[in-house]
């Protein structure tokens, strides 16, 4: 049996799974996303999801996602580029991807905890004469703890490209009499460019479908699609709903992908 027979054959169980665990559950929401509650095809959902109510969630979602990649940019950056300046890389690195180890439920209930009404937080803030603050279920407090979940798939793509960036550069630049400033913002960042669009991406994606967060730290004053999708499936049994949502995002999502990949590509050339 030939080389490239035997790669084939490495590739069934790859295969397999692809098929269980991708293109299963795809196939299956899309069938969901045709049945009403009694079971019937419709085209219904589909014009239910255009409303004004699911045209907010719609609005909220990309709202709360742009924010998060915002901020998570705003401080990535700046985060990549020290960690490529300081001696010990890879132990801040370590540092960095260390909490990502830790179950995601885990990490909420510890900030429930920190901006309780007797956490931490707010007995700091009592020392210094503030006073207690309503730190939770607010739009702060969401915002706050998804950019900490997400800083790190923000911060690693951003540092590769960094990293990947050839030092000369820099210094024919500064030797023609650039400034810092002029010289991030004419060599380094534009060479940069395609890990910032991968972190944007790694970000922005999964903050569109954010549910749990916005229940355990915002108490659903923050409504996003996938806080309507879990309720769908969850409380009000309205599966078809519920999967005609997702179908919306997933699509949003795949949009998303081409137009950022697509990016990529011309910026590279």
Not at 20 to 27: D, K
Not at 77 to 94: C, V
Not at 163 to 190: I, M, Q
Not at 210 to 218: G, H, S, V
Request: aromatic share 16%; net charge positive; glycine share 8%.
């Amino acid at each position: 049996m030939t080389e490239r027979a035997w790669r084939n054959w490495y590739l069934i169980p790859y295969g397999i799974w692809l098929v269980l665990f991708v293109v299963a559950p795809i196939v299956f929401l899309v069938y969901e996303s045709f049945l009403d509650l009694d079971g019937h095809w419709t085209l219904s959902n589909y014009k239910s999801v255009w409303t004004p109510i699911y045209l907010k969630m719609m609005a909220y979602s990309f709202w709360y996602a742009f924010l998060i990649t915002l901020v998570s940019l705003l401080i990535g950056y700046p985060t990549a580029y020290w960690l490529t300046k300081t001696r010990h890389k890879q132990l801040w690195l370590l540092l960095l991807i260390l909490p990502m180890w830790v179950n995601l439920l885990l990490k909420v209930y510890a900030f429930l905890g920190l901006f309780g009404t007797y956490g931490l937080t707010n007995a700091l803030l009592k020392a210094l004469g503030v006073g207690p603050r309503q730190l939770l279920f607010t739009d702060f407090s969401f915002v706050f703890v998804s950019v900490y979940i997400f800083i790190p798939f923000m911060v690693l793509p951003i540092f590769n490209a960094l990293e990947e960036l050839p030092p000369s550069l820099v210094d024919a630049a500064r030797d023609l009499g650039a400034s810092a400033w002029t010289t991030f913002r004419r060599v380094v960042f534009p060479l940069t460019l395609g890990g910032v669009k991968a972190g944007c991406q790694a970000v922005f994606i999964p903050a569109l479908s954010l549910f749990m967060i916005t229940r355990l730290i915002a108490g659903n004053r923050v409504i996003t699609l996938g806080t309507a999708i879990e309720q769908h499936f969850l409380v009000t049994q309205n599966w078809g709903m519920g999967a005609t949502i997702a179908v919306v995002l997933m699509i949003a999502m795949a949009v998303i992908v081409v137009l950022t990949g697509s990016g990529r590509k011309e910026g590279s050339r």
